[in-house]
């Protein structure tokens, strides 16, 4: 069973940066995609950034490209998001998940495994 657990959200100024962390069961990374997905008020849920098992080949979404980055450390069991030059847009709750690797895409379809959601909300 896959547990994660997100921090790091906050309320910040447009233009501001902020550093979103999940806790991860031991072991994920080497097995699961893992992802970042935010959902605003009104609005459907969303991915942000998925990632291959092992930290490989990030995709990112057109609205986040060089803005946002998302690594691992896996000594910590942490996924992190460092997202730079929020804009008011990028407000909302954002989710870690993960979803076991079956040798297809990673894309940001078919994720089971979600942590409970940190709000990051930016101000203009």
């Known amino acids: 069973q896959v547990q994660l657990v997100e921090s790091g959200g906050g309320s910040v100024q447009n233009g501001g940066s902020l550093r979103l962390s999940c806790l991860a069961s031991?072991?994920?990374?080497?097995?699961?995609?893992m992802g970042w997905f935010r959902q605003a008020p009104g609005k459907e849920r969303e991915g942000v950034v998925t990632i291959y098992p092992g930290g490989r080949s990030p995709n990112y979404a057109d609205s986040v490209k060089g803005r946002f980055t998302i690594s691992q450390d896996n000594t910590k069991n942490t996924l992190y998001l460092q997202m730079d030059s929020l804009k008011a847009e990028d407000t909302g709750m954002y989710y870690c998940?993960?979803?076991?690797?079956?040798?297809?895409?990673?894309?940001?379809?078919?994720?089971?495994?979600w942590g409970q959601g940190t709000q990051v909300t930016v101000s203009s």
């Open positions: 998940a993960a979803k076991y690797f079956n040798y297809y895409a990673c894309g940001f379809s078919g994720y089971g495994y």
């Open positions: 031991q072991g994920t990374f080497s097995r699961y995609c």
